[in-house]
């Protein structure tokens, strides 16, 4: 097996002609950047040019503190290569052997011969050296970033946004944010795309560096360049990626009748495996958003059973929901009764938040039992309830600005239709009404639990609890 050197200081210019990158403070003190072109897109020549760059180099270092960069031109003229017009020569077999490698690695990178004459003749002088001024680290920029962030973004976006972030510094390293250029983040890109990841998704990471890096600018610590340099680099803009997309589709009704059937109680015989897809049911809310409720975020307002969204995915998400009198039947509030009896802090106790949230498990264990029932349709997902309650309820004539508080979107022209506006009493009773014509043609008794408090679990759960509190005392 053939092992590829990495070679330090080498990278591509935006026209694909391999550089060395070198950086040094002047006598003022100030960090400066030099690139000297290799004039070759072959990845094998560039390799062992650098080689013979980073060696004389790092001679000249260890005898000044002002090393100079060293001539390679005689290195980079020793052969001549045109392709196109059949020009192939070398100054000896040492010549003509690096010449030949030059030849195979284009071949196995491009699957062809094109001339390569442009490439071996691009500009060979340095570029100018660019005052560089010093700036803070990534990590800390990350850090105040994600830390402001945290107040209008949901906990998972901010994991989603660190873990894309130390994806950035593990391939490219901690250092002043100043020293990163669009070439970065044009590597970054490409390595992500080279392991599989998809356009949507890429596009997200992009925009999640984009954010950070406009961020840095508005607050004066990334000042290389007056704009991001993730701008130009997302794959495709979102009206062509909204034609693209694969929307996510309502469930029907043969449908809702086969995942809530007799057998739905013995599969889903958890609190969160059991009430989360039932709430999404009624309430059209995102799984996340269910799955992290707090015990106090069930209350009665104004003699309305209601639910509060709270950690939703914007700030525009969070919204007041009254319980819907299908999920009073189904002793819904008794359950929410039973775990604020228990003293915990969140309404499914015993989940543990994580990089996929609090109900990555219920989200499993449904997409298994669509499986199971034959519902491979991709676009029929647990996220599918939400679609199918915003369908049924415009289906019923509801008030628009009532099915947008329900599901928690932002109303026509940006404005957001905020909780607050339903906290009195005929504006949360209104929306009551709202919620009240949604309905499905199911058996309800069919798979209503026999304990829908979930007693005997809980119970032993913080049993359990109980026992590694005092292990651990």
């Known amino acids: 097996m053939s092992r590829v050197i990495k070679v330090p200081r080498l990278k591509t210019n935006r026209h694909g002609v391999f550089c060395v990158r070198v950086y040094w403070r002047d006598d003022a003190g100030k960090l400066r950047e030099s690139l000297h072109s290799l004039g070759t897109k072959s990845a094998t020549v ?161 925009g999640q560096m984009n954010d950070l890096f406009k961020w840095c600018i508005a607050h004066g610590h990334y000042t290389a360049y007056p704009t991001s340099p993730i701008e130009g680099l997302f794959i495709s803009t979102k009206g062509k ?45 995102r799984r996340e958003e269910l799955a992290s409720l707090h015990v106090s975020n069930v209350k009665t307002v104004d003699g309305v059973p209601c639910i509060q969204i709270e950690g939703g ?65 991709s676009r029929k997902v647990f996220h599918s309830f939400r679609h199918t309650v915003t369908t049924r309820l415009h289906a019923t004539g509801a008030n628009p600005a009532h099915v947008m508080q329900i599901t928690g979107h932002k109303g026509e022209m940006g404005q957001t239709v905020h909780f607050g506006t339903y906290t009195h009493d005929v504006g949360l009773k209104a929306l009551a009404d709202t919620l009240e014509k949604l309905s499905y043609p199911l058996e309800f008794g069919l798979f209503k639990s026999k304990d829908p408090t979930f007693s005997a679990f809980l119970n032993r759960w913080k049993m359990q609890e109980q026992r590694k509190k005092r292990a651990n005392d």
């Open 46 to 206: 560039a390799r062992i040019l650098a080689l013979k760059f980073n060696e004389a180099f790092e001679r000249q270092r260890a005898m000044t503190e002002k090393p100079t960069f060293p001539n390679l031109d005689n290195l980079l003229n020793k052969y001549k290569l045109d392709m196109g017009r059949g020009i192939m020569e070398a100054n000896g077999p040492d010549d003509h052997a690096l010449m030949m490698q030059a030849i195979e690695a284009y071949k196995a990178m491009h699957g062809g011969l094109p001339s390569l004459q442009d490439a071996m003749n691009m500009g060979r002088p340095s570029q100018p050296p660019r005052i560089l001024a010093k700036s803070i680290s990534f990590s800390q920029a990350m850090a105040a970033y994600l830390e402001e962030k945290k107040r209008d973004n949901a906990p998972q976006t901010i994991v989603e946004k660190g873990r894309t972030f130390k994806d950035f510094t593990d391939l490219f390293g901690d250092l002043d944010l100043n020293l990163y250029t669009k070439a970065e983040l044009v590597q970054w890109k490409t390595h992500d795309l080279k392991r599989g990841i998809g356009t949507n998704r890429m596009n997200k990471r992009l």
């Open 313 to 377: 995915k914007t700030a525009d998400a969070r919204r007041l929901l009254p319980v819907h009198p299908q999920l009073v039947a189904m002793d819904f509030m008794e359950y929410a009764k039973h775990v604020q009896s228990m003293g915990v802090e969140f309404l499914f106790p015993y989940l543990v938040d994580g990089a996929n949230g609090r109900g990555k498990n219920a989200g499993r264990q449904f997409a298994n039992w669509l499986e199971k029932l034959k519902i491979i349709d």
């Open 241 to 285: 990626l909204a034609a693209k997309a694969e929307h996510y589709e309502p469930f029907t009704n043969d449908e809702l009748t086969a995942i809530f059937s007799k057998d739905y109680p013995a599969k889903f015989n958890k609190p969160d495996l059991y009430w989360l897809p039932v709430l999404a049911l009624f309430t059209g809310a």
